[in-house]
């Protein structure tokens, strides 16, 4: 069986996306792809975003691989597979784009996990696969997959180290989440583990990526050492959350790489987090979300350490991190004076602490839950008619308001 891997060419004007834009490493279809390749199938993956494909280009390569299969996935990156753009529209172009000659259409993503006939509509798709895909698409190929009731979840243990071809580490410059250079060698993704221990309410992954799982360590430096032996200098640990973990730590010092995470910094010991920085750490984006106890609560944090504590964490990783960046959600519980004084206090110390963003409801998370039940239909719509109603402002990298799905998607699949 042939199987076209498909990353779209992706767009985000009139999006309320606030991930980063920049092209990173796909690492659901890395796996797919080595485990297809494992079985004797023949794979070629398209990554319209990295190599600034257009949809003709990617029609093109279509035409000429001819594949059984073609998979395409509903968001930019695994990393912001739990934040992406609400609408279908560039996957909706490209599913039209490969329709004539693309075999059987897979849509993977989150929107596949979470309202799965909807996006099977929108992009007039023969099959969704709800959950991580990666173990899945190769029973496609051998007819043994049916749809079950739950989500579907990779056993990590037996993904492969992955293997990127040089095209694609050349073309990968991003550093995601560095600020204290500019990247003048390759930049990777890559992960130490998958899901997260927590269930805060604005974290859309129940129906992908929610059990915490860790990848065995030698997998992990196995993948490593070969990126390191391409050229690259830095990798993002794309991780739910980053736990520390000493003897992967002890193992990261002792390569030349430097790295970056995500991760709650009251997790993390004043030992522990030199032990961070002495690994190679560069970048700590830590959520906090909120100011206040009573925020924290109302999200769901359960935090183990105060404000104040928060705070002294946090300047504590700065002596031993170039960066660290304290992520806030916008709370109605947070008084505007009382944000701006922790903000003020962590940027004299040379933390980083964003303006508080919008918190958008994903369909997939509690807050989406807690306002209109399990996610139907109009989910999608509903909540970004939601997002547009509650603010008037957005986050930092949106220059103009977000537009409502229905200026921005197509209303059915297009036929030829």
């Known amino acids: 069986m042939k199987f076209a891997l498909v990353n779209p060419p992706w767009s985000f004007v009139g999006s309320a996306y606030f991930g980063c834009r920049q092209p990173h490493l796909p690492l659901e279809f890395g796996y797919a792809k080595a485990l297809l390749e494992a079985e004797g ?8 975003q990295l190599f600034d494909l257009t949809l003709n280009d990617i029609e093109w390569q279509i035409a000429d691989f001819r594949p059984n299969f073609t998979v395409i996935t509903t968001a930019p990156s695994y990393l912001f597979w739990r934040c992406a753009p609400p609408e279908l529209r560039v996957p909706q172009e490209t599913a039209e784009a490969v329709r004539l000659r693309g075999g059987r259409l897979v849509v993977v993503g989150p929107h596949a996990s979470t309202t799965p006939a909807t996006t099977q509509r929108k992009l007039g798709a023969d099959i969704v696969i709800r959950g991580e895909c990666e173990q899945v698409l190769p029973r496609l190929a051998s007819g043994t997959w049916t749809p079950g009731d739950s ?6 243990a037996q993904l492969p180290a992955l293997r990127w071809p040089d095209e694609f580490i050349r073309a990968h410059h991003h550093h995601h989440h560095r600020f204290d250079t500019i990247p003048a060698t390759p930049g990777a993704e890559m992960e130490v583990s998958r899901g997260c221990p927590y269930h805060c309410s604005f974290c859309a992954k129940d129906n992908f990526r929610t059990n915490y799982r860790r990848r065995p360590l030698p997998v992990i430096l196995e993948e490593l050492d070969g990126l390191i032996a391409q050229g690259v200098t830095y990798v993002y640990f794309i991780d739910e959350i980053f736990l520390p973990w000493r003897e992967l730590l002890i193992a990261l010092a002792g390569r030349h790489v430097q790295f970056g995470i995500q991760t709650r910094i009251d997790l993390w010991s004043p030992e522990m987090l030199q032990v961070l920085g002495s690994a190679g750490c560069v970048s700590i984006e830590a959520g906090v979300e909120s100011i206040t106890e009573t925020g ?5 944090k359960q935090c183990r350490l105060s404000t104040d504590e928060l705070a002294a964490r946090l300047i504590d990783a700065k002596r031993h991190v170039p960066f660290v960046q304290a992520n806030l959600i916008e709370m109605r519980s947070d008084a505007p004076a009382a944000v701006q004084s922790f903000r003020q206090t962590l940027i004299d110390k040379g933390v980083w602490a ?5 918190l958008f409801p994903y369909p997939g998370s509690p ?9 139907d239909d109009r989910a999608w719509e509903r909540a970004m008619e ?7 402002r957005f986050s930092d990298i949106q220059e103009e308001r977000p537009l409502p799905l229905a ?6 699949p297009h036929s030829h």
């Open 407 to 412: 200026d921005l998607e197509w209303a059915a």
């Open 41 to 48: 199938h023949e794979v070629r993956l398209i990554d319209g």
């Open 367 to 375: 807050d989406y839950a807690k306002l209109w039940g399990a996610p």
């Open 386 to 392: 939601y997002y547009l109603r509650q603010y008037d």
């Open 151 to 156: 989500p579907a979840a990779s056993d990590m």
């Open 296 to 300: 924290r609560n109302l999200l769901d």
């Open 354 to 358: 964003n303006q508080p963003v919008p």
